[in-house]
């Protein structure tokens, strides 16, 4: 797995990270987080230095995995190349890049074939940080990355 390091941050993105205030922007798309699921959302500094990440020209397809708050947040254009891997099924409605995702199963089981390998930006936010989830996820990221693939855990 190839880590993708941050040094410098290009300028901001238009679109809803441009904004002033990204996350009183989103909660109002979003709703409240789900605490029992162990979803938070980012900062507004956060969340705009992702989503420059995911609008870097040289990313073609984007893997997020249990991070809808990043989803949401993209230019229109970006979430074209973006699919959101997540467990809460209320992202699915009218979201037609949603795949379910849950790390403890085996990917290849809920997502479509043309989808494995073929992500060269994989951001992941596992909801626990510990060794056997860690390690369900390194199975997930070896799934669905493109050789010389990115990732980054948030």
Same mark, same amino acid.
């Given at each position: 797995?190839?880590?993708?390091?941050?040094?410098?941050?290009?300028?901001?993105?238009?679109?809803?990270?441009?904004?002033?205030?990204?996350?009183?922007?989103?909660?109002?798309?979003l709703g409240a987080e789900e605490h029992a699921?162990?979803?938070?959302w980012y900062s507004d500094a956060t969340l705009? &230095?992702?989503?420059? &990440?995911?609008?870097?020209?040289?990313?073609?397809?984007?893997?997020?995995?249990?991070? !809808?708050?990043? @989803?949401?947040? &993209?230019?229109?254009?970006?979430?074209?190349?973006?699919? &959101?891997?997540? @467990?809460?099924?209320?992202?699915? $409605? =009218?979201?037609?890049?949603?795949?379910?995702?849950?790390?403890?199963?085996?990917?290849?089981?809920?997502? !479509?074939?043309?989808?494995? =390998?073929?992500?060269?930006?994989?951001?992941?936010?596992?909801?626990?940080?510990?060794?056997?989830?860690? $390690?369900?996820?390194?199975?997930?990221? =070896?799934?669905?990355?493109?050789?010389? =693939?990115?990732?980054?855990?948030?």
């Amino acid at each position: 797995l190839k880590p993708l390091w941050l040094k410098h941050p290009p300028h901001l993105s238009r679109g809803r990270c441009g904004a002033a205030d990204v996350t009183a922007a989103m909660s109002s798309d979003l709703g409240a987080e789900e605490h029992a699921l162990r979803q938070y959302w980012y900062s507004d500094a956060t969340l705009k &230095l992702l989503c420059q &990440l995911c609008s870097r020209k040289d990313v073609r397809r984007i893997a997020l995995l249990s991070t !809808p708050s990043i @989803f949401y947040a &993209l230019s229109d254009e970006d979430r074209q190349k973006a699919w &959101l891997f997540e @467990f809460d099924r209320r992202w699915e $409605e =009218g979201n037609d890049r949603f795949v379910f995702f849950d790390f403890n199963e085996p990917v290849e089981r809920s997502t !479509p074939s043309q989808l494995l =390998g073929a992500f060269d930006l994989v951001v992941a936010d596992p909801p626990h940080i510990n060794v056997a989830t860690l $390690e369900k996820y390194v199975k997930v990221f =070896g799934a669905l990355q493109a050789p010389g =693939g990115e990732l980054l855990l948030t």
